[in-house]
Protein backbone atom coordinates (compact mmCIF):
# COMPACT_ATOMS: atom_id res chain seq x y z
CA UNK A 1 0.00 0.00 0.00
CA UNK A 2 1.14 3.49 -0.83
CA UNK A 3 1.40 5.76 2.50
CA UNK A 4 1.74 9.31 1.15
CA UNK A 5 2.37 10.58 -2.16
CA UNK A 6 5.11 14.12 -1.82
CA UNK A 7 5.46 15.91 -5.10
CA UNK A 8 4.40 18.85 -6.46
CA UNK A 9 0.62 19.69 -7.92
CA UNK A 10 0.70 19.59 -11.65
CA UNK A 11 -3.18 19.74 -12.08
CA UNK A 12 -6.25 20.28 -10.12
CA UNK A 13 -9.94 19.56 -10.62
CA UNK A 14 -13.20 19.23 -9.14
CA UNK A 15 -12.81 15.54 -8.61
CA UNK A 16 -9.18 15.09 -8.75
CA UNK A 17 -5.53 16.40 -8.24
CA UNK A 18 -2.64 15.20 -9.91
CA UNK A 19 0.62 15.05 -8.30
CA UNK A 20 3.66 14.47 -10.08
CA UNK A 21 7.04 12.67 -8.09
CA UNK A 22 9.76 12.15 -10.41
CA UNK A 23 8.03 12.57 -13.42
CA UNK A 24 4.69 10.29 -13.00
CA UNK A 25 1.76 12.11 -12.54
CA UNK A 26 -0.44 10.12 -9.74
CA UNK A 27 -4.02 10.90 -10.10
CA UNK A 28 -5.47 11.06 -6.80
CA UNK A 29 -9.06 11.72 -5.68
CA UNK A 30 -9.59 14.14 -2.82
CA UNK A 31 -12.29 14.83 -0.32
CA UNK A 32 -11.63 18.71 -1.44
CA UNK A 33 -9.16 18.94 -4.09
CA UNK A 34 -9.15 22.69 -4.59
CA UNK A 35 -7.02 22.57 -1.10
CA UNK A 36 -4.32 21.75 -3.41
CA UNK A 37 -2.82 24.78 -6.17
CA UNK A 38 -1.45 24.16 -9.29
CA UNK A 39 2.39 24.90 -8.93
CA UNK A 40 2.38 24.21 -4.75
CA UNK A 41 5.77 22.40 -4.12
CA UNK A 42 6.27 19.85 -2.06
CA UNK A 43 2.74 18.89 -0.75
CA UNK A 44 1.87 15.24 1.16
CA UNK A 45 -1.08 13.37 0.79
CA UNK A 46 -1.48 10.82 2.28
CA UNK A 47 -3.35 7.44 0.42
CA UNK A 48 -5.55 4.94 0.45
CA UNK A 49 -5.43 2.26 -2.19
CA UNK A 50 -9.15 1.27 -3.47
CA UNK A 51 -9.13 -1.89 -5.58
CA UNK A 52 -12.52 -4.07 -6.78
CA UNK A 53 -12.44 -5.99 -9.82
CA UNK A 54 -13.57 -3.46 -11.64
CA UNK A 55 -11.71 -0.18 -10.22
CA UNK A 56 -8.54 1.00 -8.78
CA UNK A 57 -7.94 4.41 -7.33
CA UNK A 58 -5.94 6.05 -5.33
CA UNK A 59 -7.83 8.44 -2.50
CA UNK A 60 -6.04 11.15 -1.01
CA UNK A 61 -6.20 12.79 2.37
CA UNK A 62 -4.70 16.20 4.06
CA UNK A 63 -4.10 13.82 6.72
CA UNK A 64 -3.37 10.29 8.33
CA UNK A 65 -6.60 10.98 10.19
CA UNK A 66 -8.62 12.32 7.32
CA UNK A 67 -7.71 9.07 6.20
CA UNK A 68 -8.43 7.17 8.91
CA UNK A 69 -11.97 7.78 8.92
CA UNK A 70 -12.39 7.59 5.15
CA UNK A 71 -11.61 3.98 5.69
CA UNK A 72 -13.53 3.46 8.81
CA UNK A 73 -16.49 5.09 6.74
CA UNK A 74 -15.81 2.35 3.88
CA UNK A 75 -16.55 -0.69 6.57
CA UNK A 76 -19.93 0.63 6.87
CA UNK A 77 -22.88 -1.31 4.91
CA UNK A 78 -24.30 0.60 2.33
CA UNK A 79 -21.30 3.73 2.41
CA UNK A 80 -19.21 3.36 -0.68
CA UNK A 81 -15.96 5.66 -1.38
CA UNK A 82 -18.41 8.43 -3.22
CA UNK A 83 -20.17 9.00 0.51
CA UNK A 84 -17.49 8.21 2.62
CA UNK A 85 -15.40 11.31 0.44
CA UNK A 86 -18.67 13.68 0.80
CA UNK A 87 -18.37 12.92 4.66
CA UNK A 88 -14.29 13.42 4.95
CA UNK A 89 -14.96 16.65 3.15
CA UNK A 90 -17.09 17.82 5.65
CA UNK A 91 -13.59 18.74 8.01
CA UNK A 92 -16.22 18.08 11.24
CA UNK A 93 -14.71 15.07 12.65
CA UNK A 94 -15.34 16.43 16.26
CA UNK A 95 -19.17 16.67 15.03
CA UNK A 96 -19.49 13.59 13.10
CA UNK A 97 -18.00 11.34 16.66
CA UNK A 98 -20.47 13.37 18.57
CA UNK A 99 -23.65 12.52 16.27
CA UNK A 100 -22.59 8.67 15.73
CA UNK A 101 -21.89 8.47 19.80
CA UNK A 102 -25.19 9.82 20.59
CA UNK A 103 -27.02 8.15 17.82
CA UNK A 104 -28.11 12.14 16.01
CA UNK A 105 -29.51 10.44 12.75
CA UNK A 106 -30.91 14.10 11.95
CA UNK A 107 -27.32 15.02 11.76
CA UNK A 108 -26.00 11.39 9.71
CA UNK A 109 -28.61 11.83 7.01
CA UNK A 110 -27.99 15.39 6.27
CA UNK A 111 -24.50 14.15 3.68
CA UNK A 112 -25.38 12.66 0.38
CA UNK A 113 -26.50 8.99 -0.25
CA UNK A 114 -27.12 8.42 3.56
CA UNK A 115 -31.09 8.12 4.62
CA UNK A 116 -32.33 6.65 7.51
CA UNK A 117 -31.03 3.15 7.00
CA UNK A 118 -27.55 4.27 6.36
CA UNK A 119 -27.47 6.51 8.86
CA UNK A 120 -28.42 3.90 11.66
CA UNK A 121 -26.06 1.69 10.02
CA UNK A 122 -23.21 3.96 10.66
CA UNK A 123 -24.26 4.08 14.55
CA UNK A 124 -24.12 0.44 15.10
CA UNK A 125 -20.68 0.15 13.15
CA UNK A 126 -19.02 3.12 14.19
CA UNK A 127 -20.29 3.59 17.72
CA UNK A 128 -17.07 3.58 20.08
CA UNK A 129 -15.04 3.19 17.61
CA UNK A 130 -14.20 6.76 16.14
CA UNK A 131 -13.17 8.27 19.83
CA UNK A 132 -9.53 8.26 18.52
CA UNK A 133 -10.14 10.85 15.62
CA UNK A 134 -12.01 13.41 17.57
CA UNK A 135 -9.01 14.86 19.95
CA UNK A 136 -7.01 17.56 18.14
CA UNK A 137 -8.42 17.99 14.87
CA UNK A 138 -8.15 21.19 13.18
CA UNK A 139 -8.35 21.11 9.39
CA UNK A 140 -6.00 23.26 7.60
CA UNK A 141 -7.03 26.56 6.20
CA UNK A 142 -5.60 27.64 2.74
CA UNK A 143 -5.06 31.30 1.75
CA UNK A 144 -4.93 31.41 -1.75
CA UNK A 145 -6.53 33.92 -4.37
CA UNK A 146 -9.89 34.79 -4.17
CA UNK A 147 -13.16 35.65 -6.11
CA UNK A 148 -15.66 34.42 -8.17
CA UNK A 149 -13.27 31.76 -9.63
CA UNK A 150 -12.80 30.14 -6.28
CA UNK A 151 -16.57 29.99 -5.92
CA UNK A 152 -17.52 28.33 -8.86
CA UNK A 153 -14.72 25.75 -8.22
CA UNK A 154 -16.08 25.11 -4.53
CA UNK A 155 -19.30 24.57 -6.57
CA UNK A 156 -17.90 21.97 -8.77
CA UNK A 157 -16.16 20.42 -5.86
CA UNK A 158 -19.51 20.12 -4.16
CA UNK A 159 -21.81 18.73 -7.35
CA UNK A 160 -18.88 16.14 -7.19
CA UNK A 161 -19.29 15.04 -3.85
CA UNK A 162 -22.89 14.59 -4.62
CA UNK A 163 -25.07 17.06 -3.93
CA UNK A 164 -27.83 18.40 -5.72
CA UNK A 165 -27.61 21.50 -8.55
CA UNK A 166 -30.28 23.13 -5.79
CA UNK A 167 -28.53 22.54 -3.35
CA UNK A 168 -25.54 23.68 -4.90
CA UNK A 169 -27.38 26.65 -6.23
CA UNK A 170 -28.55 27.83 -2.63
CA UNK A 171 -25.17 27.65 -0.93
CA UNK A 172 -23.71 29.41 -3.68
CA UNK A 173 -25.87 32.62 -3.08
CA UNK A 174 -25.55 32.43 0.15
CA UNK A 175 -21.84 32.89 0.03
CA UNK A 176 -22.15 35.08 -2.96
CA UNK A 177 -20.94 38.23 -0.59
CA UNK A 178 -18.21 36.12 0.87
CA UNK A 179 -14.67 36.41 -0.54
CA UNK A 180 -12.98 33.02 0.64
CA UNK A 181 -10.31 31.04 -1.19
CA UNK A 182 -11.98 27.60 -3.18
CA UNK A 183 -11.26 25.07 0.00
CA UNK A 184 -13.01 27.73 2.65
CA UNK A 185 -15.75 28.21 0.01
CA UNK A 186 -16.19 24.41 0.54
CA UNK A 187 -15.40 23.86 3.73
CA UNK A 188 -18.32 26.63 4.31
CA UNK A 189 -20.61 25.32 2.11
CA UNK A 190 -21.10 21.71 3.91
CA UNK A 191 -21.21 23.45 7.21
CA UNK A 192 -24.27 25.12 5.22
CA UNK A 193 -25.51 22.50 3.98
CA UNK A 194 -24.81 20.20 7.09
CA UNK A 195 -27.24 22.71 9.22
CA UNK A 196 -29.67 23.08 6.09
CA UNK A 197 -30.47 20.18 4.73
Known amino acids: MIEFVRGEVAYVCAEFVTIEVGGIGYKIVAPNPFFYRTGDEQVIVYTYHYVREDQEVLFGFRSRRERAL ?111 STDQYVKRALQLLLNVR
Open 70 to 180: FTKLLGVTGIGPKGSLAIVASGDVDALVEAIEQEKESYLIKFPGVGKKTAKQMTLDLKGKLAELAPDYIPSEGLFAQGNAELNEACEALTALGYSEREVEKVKKALQGEVL
